[in-house]
């Protein structure tokens, strides 16, 4: 392969993976909840926050390039109802987020 062509691939996966992970929170916030609602999973609050208002709560989501975090909370249910949603319900990478 040339090296000029080696060169421009890397630097255009490398923009691609920046762009990637400086989604929007809102945008994220949008797609997971979308994917909590297609999963039929109820009773529960999505907050887009700051790193330091995160506090106890259980966050789901990394957004604008890691200075913003979405976080989840089931809302007052009975206490089978209160598992937390895995990476599949939320339609979350397991391996980080955006």
């Given at each position: 392969?040339?090296?000029?062509?080696?060169?421009?691939?890397?630097?255009?996966?490398?923009?691609?993976?920046?762009?990637?992970?400086?989604?929007?929170?809102?945008?994220?916030?949008?797609?997971?909840?979308?994917?909590?609602?297609?999963?039929?999973?109820?009773?529960?609050?999505?907050?887009?926050?700051?790193?330091?208002?995160?506090?106890?709560?259980?966050?789901?989501?990394?957004?604008?390039?890691?200075?913003?975090?979405?976080?989840?909370?089931?809302?007052?249910?009975?206490?089978?109802?209160?598992?937390e949603?895995?990476?599949?319900?939320?339609?979350?990478?397991?391996?980080?987020?955006y």
């Amino acid at each position: 392969m040339n090296a000029k062509l080696a060169a421009a691939l890397t630097l255009a996966l490398a923009a691609t993976s920046v762009q990637a992970a400086r989604k929007p929170c809102i945008e994220l916030l949008a797609e997971i909840e979308a994917n909590l609602q297609a999963k039929g999973v109820q009773n529960y609050v999505l907050e887009s926050v700051t790193n330091a208002e995160v506090g106890t709560r259980k966050v789901v989501g990394s957004c604008d390039g890691g200075e913003g975090k979405i976080v989840y909370a089931r809302e007052g249910t009975p206490a089978a109802a209160d598992a937390e949603p895995s990476a599949d319900d939320l339609g979350a990478p397991t391996l980080g987020n955006y």
